[in-house]
């Protein structure tokens, strides 16, 4: 899949899937399923690095987990987060960073916000880099939000929220994620737009879905937001399974004659 086929996706009225990730072996795993995009997430710097927000991740972060995911994902479309304001000093540092981003692997940016940055918005897809813009819950503005709360609730955000889809859709934008917003504004914009809308916490009404992939396994069991389903007991399984190793250990029963060399 690439960037130009989400455009046919929404066309043909195909929903899309996508996940993210951040390193080599889920990658390999990505490349088995018929998820269609991968999203090298700045949530790494919280859901790899135990950072409390997305505000720690780097250029240089970014590129080590793009590097590791492009090594597995296959064909998958791989679009990688631009950095909290690696894209807001200027369209030539931000052409510095999506550079960095793509040469590690990435075929496609995601930018959070548009206004303020729309010649940046412009620039990278003049340069022939594919951009997917992010709207609504913005994660590397919660210091200017206040918290992880859902956007666009009321006349004035959800006509702001509609506008700057319009905006990103104007400045080339190939698609564009929602996150937490109210479902029949999500559902408005999706309309309104000829690309397609990639919702997390924005209801069925969006082209598509994108789930952190830790959060869908159930790997985090005290981050349970409304919009996460766990498609998987991931933690318990895992749990489990090292329990189950420790008691072998301890026991004696492995590693077993055949699980040594002779
Ligand atoms: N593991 C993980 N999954 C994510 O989806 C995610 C991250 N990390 N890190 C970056 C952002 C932060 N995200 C978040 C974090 C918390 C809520 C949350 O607590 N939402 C409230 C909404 C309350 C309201 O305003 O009504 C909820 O209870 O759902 C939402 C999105 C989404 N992103
Ligand atoms: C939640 C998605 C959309 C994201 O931006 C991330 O994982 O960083
Ligand atoms: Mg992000």
Known sequence: M???????AKQEQRRLSMVTCYDYTFARLLARSSIDGILVGDSAAMVMHGHPSTIAARVEMMKLHTE?????AGDKLIVADMPFLSYRMGWTSALDAAHVLMSAGAQAVK????DGHEDVVQRLVESGIPVMGHLGLQPQSI??????KVQGRGDEAAQKILRQAVALEQLGAFSIVLECIPA???????????IPTIGIGAGAGCDGQILVLQDLLG????????FVRH?????????????GYDQAVKSGSFPAVEESYT
Do not use: C, K, W
Request: charged share 15%.
């Open 219 to 226: 790997m985090n069991t005290d981050f349970h937001p409304r």
């Open 231 to 243: 498609f998987l007991e991931g933690a318990n399984a895992i749990v489990d399974a090292l329990d």
């Open 184 to 194: 029949p504004l999500a559902s408005e914009v999706t309309a309104a737009l000829r």
């Open 2 to 8: 690439q960037a130009g086929h989400f455009l046919n």
């Open 143 to 148: 210091h200017a939000f206040g918290g992880y």
């Open 68 to 72: 590791a995911v492009a090594r597995g």
């Open 111 to 114: 930018l959070e916000g548009v």
